[in-house]
């Protein structure tokens, strides 16, 4: 259920025009279609045949079943459809409208903050690497839209080349054809062996984490878009987009460290050749 207090709902009512049944200016088959573009989910399901199951009761059953990203998601593409509309009817809409606009506009931003995956902002772009720009995108692209479990690929071969980069970058070989457990499992051991892992707890978490990667391979084959399969479910999906982001979003601090190390060791290096 989104977090919407009783001012939130009235606001959103009016600026929709739900009180007549009504959301906007849209149809049935172009209000199916607009949640569809916009959220990934039919608002025609049975879910959400509230009441009288009109537009308006729909979009109330959709507003109180649906987490606060999807819901914010929403709100803002109806903000967006609005104002695209503003010039086209400008003499239908006066300031009030557009008060009420701004006023589900800054509902959305505050709902859409509430994201779905704990960690998500660790899958980042790369200006050096175009596959993983694209990559990162596409998956945050999936998650604004809260459909992890369509992105399960994409975040398989994100992490493909995270951790190779991570195995180029330490000089950790490997084999082109390793799977990703066996890549992640062998930059695991280089920094428990380098000792930047502090305790044996932690070893063994990293450890473990080697036998839930070498499971994503099989989600990633078997239950994902890479192939022509049946998804995995979406509960499913967001506990594993949760451990893996959780899981890079940890080895970052651990590269932080490493890369601080050597700017330090390097910094004492052209302090000893300074000529006095």
Known sequence: MADLNYADKRIIEKFLGMGSGYVLDFSNRTFEEFVYDSVGIN??????????????NRLRAFLKLES?????VLIDAFCEYWNSQVGLYSSTFDSADQHLCDKCKQIA?????????????????????????LLAKSIRESIEKNEPEVALDRLHTYCMKFFRNLCDKHQIEYG?????????????????????????????????SINIIEAFNDVRNNKSLAHDNALLNYNESLLIFNNVTNSIKFILTIEERIDAELQSEDADDDWEELPF
């Open 176 to 208: 082109s054809g390793e799977s990703l457990n066996a890549i992640f499992g062998k930059y695991v051991k280089y920094i428990v062996s380098t000792e930047y892992v502090e305790s044996s707890m932690t070893e063994k978490i990293l450890k473990y």
């Open 43 to 56: 608002i025609y399901e049975n879910k959400y045949d509230f009441e009288s199951g009109s537009k308006a």
């Open 109 to 133: 931003i505050r709902l859409k903050q509430d994201s779905v995956i704990d960690e998500i902002e660790v899958i980042k772009e790369d200006v050096n690497d175009k596959d993983i720009t």
């Open 68 to 72: 606060n990203h999807r819901v914010g």
